[in-house]
Nanobody, 127 residues
Framework: QVQLVESGGGLVQAGGSLRLSCAASGRTFSMYTMGWFRQAPGKVREFVAYIWWNGGSTYYADSVKGRSTISRDNAKNTVYLQINSLKPEDTAVYYC????????????????????WGQGTQVTVSS
């Protein structure tokens, strides 16, 4: 069982930056691939980024590629998402998720393989 708690959201002006954190409970955090997703009002939850259990591979959605960095500290059971050059369209609730299932990249871009989710943290970007 893994429990995930996100933090770091807030209100920021366009062009600013945020670093979201996701703290995980459990001793097996280092075995999980971690993902970040976001959901804007009236829209489906969408993939943002993922990082393999050992940090050896990362992948980003086109919408955040080049201005975001996902990272993890397995000693602290925490995964991070740094987003720079924030845009109003980045406004959403951001969720972290965990999966211990080996899946191809195409599947990790969907919510399907993630069996643990946090409660989300709100990010609002003002223009």
């Amino acid at each position: 069982q893994v429990q995930l708690v996100e933090s770091g959201g807030g209100l920021v002006q366009a062009g600013g930056s945020l670093r979201l954190s996701c703290a995980a409970s459990g001793r097996t955090f280092s075995m999980y691939t971690m993902g970040w997703f976001r959901q804007a009002p009236g829209k489906v939850r969408e993939f943002v980024a993922y990082i393999w259990w050992n940090g050896g591979s990362t992948y980003y959605a086109d919408s955040v590629k080049g201005r975001s960095t996902i990272s993890r500290d397995n000693a602290k059971n925490t995964v991070y998402l740094q987003i720079n050059s924030l845009k109003p369209e980045d406004t959403a609730v951001y969720y972290c998720a965990a999966t211990n299932r080996l899946q191809p990249v195409t599947v990790l871009l969907t919510t399907t393989p993630y069996n643990y989710w946090g409660q989300g943290t709100q990010v609002t970007v003002s223009s």
